[in-house]
Structure formats: structure tokens, C-alpha cells
């Protein structure tokens, strides 16, 4: 067991995951991708969490800047938020959180899929970020 593990944003992370739960067992596991973020953005705003929903994250290169990419929530200016409403998660669905992550330079994601049995939210690090916690 690894000792002096430090966890990012850990409060916030504790009360998103809590929403997400509460989401998962009022709505279910059959609802559309868009139904858990409707729901979801009533339920930050009910606790007061800063958040943009579809914000857009640029991808900046020395002479370029290529937009596209787009995040389900952005919360409180430090955690990337992606929602799925699918069978299985895939490799491509972390790559893309991943993505996202290195476009921001923030340093904490997190991956949940809504379809599941059990609702098991991936956090996603960035090593690469820049940003101080």
C-alpha cells in the first residue's frame, strides 16, 4: 500500500460522485445521455457548484488553435465531468477524456457511465497538467 497517495480536489470529487448516484438510482440505467445531464445540472445548481455544461476546450498549438472539442461539464474552473449513456465504455471514451484534459491543462477528469449496473465514476489524471492544486 502506498503511503502519502494525495487525492485531487477530494471534497469536490466526494459531493460529484454523490450527485452522480443520486442520479443513477433515481433515474436508472435506461435514460438518454442527455436526461442524466439535465438532471444533474439541477442537482449542482441545487448545491451551489460552479459548472459550465458543453463548454468547449480549444486544443492550443504553438501557431494553431483547432476547436471541436467539447467537455459535458466543466466544474468549478478544476474538474472535466464526461457523461455516457452506453453499453460499455470503450478505450476510445478515456482517450477523448484524456484529450480533453491536456486541452484544458487541468488535472482531474472523470469518466461515468450511466448505463451501468453499478455506478462506478473513473477519475482520469492528467501528469502533464501545469496547474497547482
Known sequence: MRKNV????PELSYKLNGLLFKIHNELGRFCLEKQYGDLLEIKLKEVQIKYEREKEIPFQGKDYTIKGNKVDFYIDNKILLD???KKFLQKDDFYQMRRYLKASDLKLGILVNFRDTYLKPHRILNSESSVNS
Open 83 to 85: 457523461l455516457k449513456a
Open 6 to 9: 494525495k487525492i485531487i480536489y
